[in-house]
């Protein structure tokens, strides 16, 4: 099956390796420069894509190519939505570009959990937890909504908060943490 041509990589140091470092990597400039370059995430994608294809030939270039998809979407609707960062949204494209569908589920679950994480540490720090509860809370009530058929998701992203009430936080260290968590958590349980 498809989705899992890259779940059993033949080079999982390889793998596992490039998107750990990349990711430290994008962490620590993301620290300093609150941006992460196209410098890396540009060539990690392209390198993703190729590796994939060559491992794995046409299945392993669309299993690829679905996870780039995946795991950049939810950052490209915070970009678009909610004023994150397009670096992000490229790096954790560029991470599924490696990754494939099932270990980038993986990885952007704990991504999310991480995030989450740091978002509230970082929010404390700052004295605005209140504020950002009020917001997370607002969001999610605001998507629920559609969902629930109580108007249409237009109307919802009207309610949600602007991106100049939001927090802004470096994202880095928390894909960072999300891929280290996920990479050791896939281990443990191939391990078990």
């Known amino acids: 099956m498809w989705l899992t041509t890259l779940y059993e990589h033949p080079f999982p140091a390889l793998q596992w390796g490039t998107v750990l470092g990349a990711s430290l990597v994008a962490a620590f400039w993301d620290l300093r420069s609150r941006r992460i370059p196209n410098l890396l995430t540009g060539p990690l994608l392209l390198c993703g894509w190729c590796e994939s294809a060559w491992l794995c030939g046409g299945h392993g270039l669309l299993d690829s190519f679905v996870a780039t998809i995946l795991l950049a979407a939810p950052f490209v609707i915070l970009f678009v939505f909610a004023g994150g960062g397009a670096g992000d949204a490229k790096l954790m494209g560029a991470l599924g570009s490696w990754l494939g569908v099932v270990s ?20 404390v720090s700052k004295r605005r937890l209140g504020p950002v509860l009020a917001n997370i809370s607002g969001a999610f009530l605001a998507l629920l909504q559609p969902v629930f058929g109580h108007g249409k998701l237009r109307d919802a992203v009207r309610l949600m908060p602007g991106a100049a009430e939001g927090q802004k936080m470096p994202y880095g260290p928390a894909i960072f943490a999300g891929t280290a968590l996920a990479a050791g958590s896939l281990w443990m349980w191939k391990c078990a």
Not at 105 to 110: D, E, K, S, T
């Open 104 to 123: 980038g589920i993986a990885v952007l679950l704990a991504v999310c959990l991480c995030g989450m994480v740091i978002a509230v540490a970082f929010a």
